[in-house]
């Protein structure tokens, strides 16, 4: 369980779109919520690859590599 405190603004806007579209505003707090921890857990993850790159604790591929290693032409 977690409970939010939303400025007046975004919970009138929130409550609005649940009563045009039927859904519950749990909805779409969830849902807004699952995508913005997915775009955070990816530039997490590009931060973290990008480090170990400039450390040399990991090397790149060429793009023409993984495209002849998946049978891409280019």
Known sequence: MLAVRLPPDIEARLD?????????KSHYVREALLEYLDDLEDIYLAEQRWS???????????????????????
């Open 52 to 74: 170990d790159i400039r450390a040399g604790r990991t090397r790149t591929v060429p793009l023409e590599e993984v495209m002849h290693r998946h049978g891409v032409e280019g």
């Open 16 to 24: 609005a779109l649940a009563k045009a579209t039927g859904r519950s």
